[in-house]
């Protein structure tokens, strides 16, 4: 069964970092574009940053532009996502997917993580 399992979140002040990570189970996922999205409660699921599968392509949610950085590791099987100079808006379940395409929608990827959470104190 292909899995995206995601750690690194907790609780940090605002300023702080943290660094998200999310391992896929399968190999073929190394040929995959991987995508992170969070939910804040009461809102919906939005874009945060996406990357091909070989790395040479990213893109940003305005709102993380500059702050926030996706990388991968396809040895690994790994993705992550470096949170700088975090705010309480980041507060959030962060989830990692993957799919055949680099989109900024939900719909664009089929596999999903369980999510992990990210808050930000003030």
């Known amino acids: 069964q292909v899995q995206l399992v995601e750690s690194g979140g907790g609780l940090v002040q605002a300023g702080g970092s943290l660094r998200l990570s999310c391992a896929a189970s399968?190999?073929?996922?190394?040929?995959?574009?991987r995508g992170w999205f969070r939910q804040a409660p009461g809102k919906e699921r939005e874009f945060v940053a996406a990357?091909?599968?070989?790395?040479?392509?990213?893109y940003y949610a305005d709102s993380v532009k500059g702050r926030f950085t996706i990388s991968r590791d396809n040895a690994k099987n790994t993705v992550y996502l470096q949170m700088n100079s975090l705010k309480p808006e980041d507060t959030a379940v962060y989830y990692c997917a993957a799919g055949a395409v680099t989109e900024t929608t939900i719909e664009a990827y089929p596999y999903w993580g369980q999510g992990t959470q990210v808050t930000v104190s003030s």
């Open positions: 399968a190999r073929t996922f190394a040929r995959y574009a």
């Open positions: 990357i091909n599968w070989s790395g040479g392509s990213t």
